[in-house]
């Protein structure tokens, strides 16, 4: 069995997927963009507030599912460009200890949704 997992804390689907899926005692959580739920306007122009935003989004779809970032197993970072790969990681690393962080990939891509500049997607252990 499969429980949708939805909150108003963060952006609502814009197609035919859910914020996120619980299977099995794992949580898997859709990309997340920098929309704020409370205006749904879009976050432009500075990737460090992107992220934040992006990782916002995140703790509340964790929040949501009885979840965390301290059971997140493994996150997938899109993001247009590699040289904002450091001050994506620097928001990233306020969310993560070093020495438990999960596993991970950071890939360069030639487009995302909405034309942001980063996108997200984690999974994680569930209560």
Do not use: H, W
Not at 23 to 50: F, K, R, V
Not at 62 to 82: E, G, P, Q, R
Not at 92 to 97: H, I, V
Request: aromatic share 8%; charged share 15%; glycine share 4%.
């Amino acid at each position: 069995m499969k429980k949708i997992i939805q909150t108003g804390n963060a952006p609502a689907p814009v197609g035919p997927y859910n914020q996120a899926i619980v299977a099995n005692g794992m949580l898997y959580a859709s990309g997340q963009i920098a929309i704020n739920p409370a205006t749904n306007a879009l976050i432009e122009g500075d990737i460090t507030a992107e992220t934040q935003q992006v990782m916002k989004n995140l703790e509340a779809v964790l929040d949501a599912a009885n979840s965390s970032f301290d059971k997140v197993v493994k996150c997938s970072i899109f993001m247009k460009s590699m040289e904002d790969y450091a001050a994506i990681n620097a928001v990233y690393a306020q969310y993560f200890d070093e020495a438990t962080a999960p596993a991970r990939e950071a890939v360069e891509v030639a487009n995302l949704p909405k034309y942001v500049n980063v996108e997200i997607s984690l999974m994680a252990l569930v209560s």
